[in-house]
């Protein structure tokens, strides 16, 4: 399959993934996660905001939780890190390259699933997982045996040569966490992964994010606090695009009191922290 890209190319455009990139496919790239420092990230042009305002960060080995309230920042946050967006201000370095340098060598070991990703219906998840392999510029010989092994991964080696028209939301959202994957990333930045993902998937998803974080940074943007709470090493807090919080979750859990809204310690720790930034009591 791999050896028909152009004719997969020409089937369809992809949408809101990592850009093509051109090289050397095999430079090694020290691994040194993520590193900013003042980040801002302006969106909106001339009167817009900043979704990111003045952002320090540092994460390594492991796998991160971002949380943080509706507009924090979260999203624009993670498609600076994935190259996306360019940053406005400050300085960040992605695996000890600094993004205002040269990228290429980057991409080829970042995995991002998006918020939302579009794609061309009458792929197969097959086809659609050796497509982002091929445009992450993995050599041809691995991708067959890379692609099986990321839909093993997410459960979907029964249905890779089914449609993604036909798959439930739950599963294309799998398809999407296969193609993050699929060229085992030293950063892998995940938008609100368990987005239509039943219970017992997202126990699965919880064990395979960390298994991955034995070897990589992952980064994991999520309103589900259970989530973070169950996978996570250390958890980064945003509020108004700047970060409040970083530590971990046993530490979020303290933040909080029973006079805090949330139905676990770690909850009540999350609006305590919240609340203190923004000024609205409890909440």
Request: charged share 25%; aromatic share 4%.
């Amino acid at each position: 399959m791999c050896c028909r890209s152009r004719e997969i190319e020409n089937r369809g455009r992809l949408c809101a993934v990592l850009p093509k990139v051109k090289g050397k496919p095999h430079e090694e790239i020290t691994m040194n996660g993520i590193e900013a420092d003042g980040l801002v990230v302006r969106v909106g042009g001339r009167r817009g905001r900043n979704a990111v305002n003045g952002l320090d960060l540092r994460l390594g080995r492991g796998v991160h939780g971002l949380l943080g309230p509706n507009g924090a920042g979260k999203t624009t946050l993670i498609r600076t890190l994935a190259t996306v967006q360019a940053p406005t201000a400050g300085s960040l370095s992605l695996l000890g390259t600094p993004v205002s340098g040269r990228l290429r060598p980057v991409r080829r070991r970042l995995g991002y699933l998006p918020q939302h990703f579009g794609f061309y219906k009458r792929f197969k998840v097959r086809e659609f997982v050796e497509y982002l392999a091929w445009l992450k510029e993995m050599p041809p010989a691995s991708i067959p045996g890379a692609v099986h092994r990321a839909l093993e991964r997410v459960g979907l080696t029964d249905r890779a040569d089914d449609k993604l028209k036909t798959l439930s939301g739950g599963m294309v959202r799998r398809v999407g966490i296969a193609q993050a994957i699929v060229n085992e990333p030293e950063v892998l930045l995940l938008d609100e992964p368990t987005v239509g993902l039943d219970p017992a998937q997202r126990l699965r998803f919880r064990e395979l994010v960390v298994e991955l974080g034995q070897q990589a940074c992952v980064l994991i943007s999520t309103h589900l606090v259970e989530d973070v709470a169950a996978a996570c090493t250390d958890v980064v807090l945003v509020s108004e695009g700047s970060a409040v919080f970083q530590g971990t979750p046993a530490d979020l859990a303290t933040a909080g009191t029973d006079a805090h809204v949330g139905d676990s310690p770690i909850e009540r720790g999350y609006s305590a922290l919240i609340s203190a930034r923004t000024g609205g009591g409890a909440w």
